[in-house]
């Protein structure tokens, strides 16, 4: 664990039932979950307010990932503002096919930001005064190996000591939750991968009415948006890329190239936002030590290939929840605390599977020869032409039905 520094006086003891370290989508969900079952929670975030609501990730939501916020009470805009997508496009070369996710499945999903929705649930949380702690810096787990463990953290020039029955980490992949794990007791999976994804959110309305997936010999393009009047696109790139060096030009100008078709154009806009992201796969098991519960971007991640990542922490918090309210219940039950690692990892290890598949078939890999890149490219057309690839497909994209649906 790294090194936390000690202020000098008197210490802030609190106590909860539930402590939630990070209040990205899954703590602040966790939290609204367990607020409407009378359950106490506070949400610790070592950042800010602005940031945490200004940050450009995930915005596609599977109808489970939908139909829990709406229940929780956050749906509100969600509702009005969310766009419902009933299919995708898959895209080879100059060959666009639209596969019909709803017509297949019964299920659609839908594009909302996770910036709008981290701004809804931060709200809902400010509004209703549930404890949310924004800034709270040196956090650490202590006493995991008692009874009620404990989170400190400093909050401006005071060090607080927050006891609690049970610790949610929440905190991502560079989080201490993960790493409070007792060494030897976790077994780690991961897979990088030689390519990343250059991502622009661009002002200018989407030039295709749902997502676009296209491979193309140059590399893997996305089409996708945030809005009626944003637009999200990716490019494959090499990990080792430096922004600086992609200029507004020379992004549209590959974006042309990656998603031609005849009769169809690319609408261009000003940038508000480009960077570079590395793609990995990772998986940690068990996603439980004693008291203390990982979810989310803490205990897995995948590819954006699959819109899975933002799904997945909803699916972990979701059952959580669900185990939690057991747990106080005037039974008293833990049966579902006890199978929550191997729950969660059911769904995780499929959606791993799917997005790696997903990965594959779509990017141009350079180590690949080119018999491989035949074989990708072969896949792709057959998921295309055959409605039971494309149903498999799109049973997975839309997502695996919740805990307790």
Known sequence: MPRRRRLKGTVSTDRTQVAIIGAGPA???LGRLLERAGIEAVILESRDREYCEARVRAGVLEQGTRD??????????????GILHGGIHLQLDAERTRIPM?????????IYGQTELVKDLIAARVQSEAPLVFEAQDVGIEGLEADQPAVRYRHGDVEHELRADFIAGCDGFHGVSRESFPAGTQQLWQRDYPFAWLGILAHVPPSTDELIYARNARGFALHSMRSHELSRLYLQVDPSEDITDWSDARIWDELHQRLALPGWELEEG???????TPMRSFVAAPMRHRSLFLAGD??????????????LAIADVVRLA???ADHYAASGSDAALDAYS????????????FSWWMTQMLHVDPGVDAYGDQLARSQLRYVCNSKAAATSLAENYVGMPFYGE
């Open 102 to 110: 709803q017509e297949l499945t019964g299920r659609a999903v839908t």
């Open 342 to 353: 191997d729950g969660c990892l059911q769904r995780v290890w499929r959606a791993q599977h």
């Open 68 to 81: 829990v916020l709406i229940e929780a009470g956050v749906g509100e805009r969600l509702q009005r503002e």
């Open 298 to 311: 803490a205990a897995h991640i995948v590819p954006p290939t699959g819109a899975k990542g933002l799904n």
């Open 27 to 29: 703590g602040l969900t």
């Open 270 to 276: 000003p940038l508000s936002e480009k960077s570079i």
């Open 322 to 324: 669900a185990a939690l």
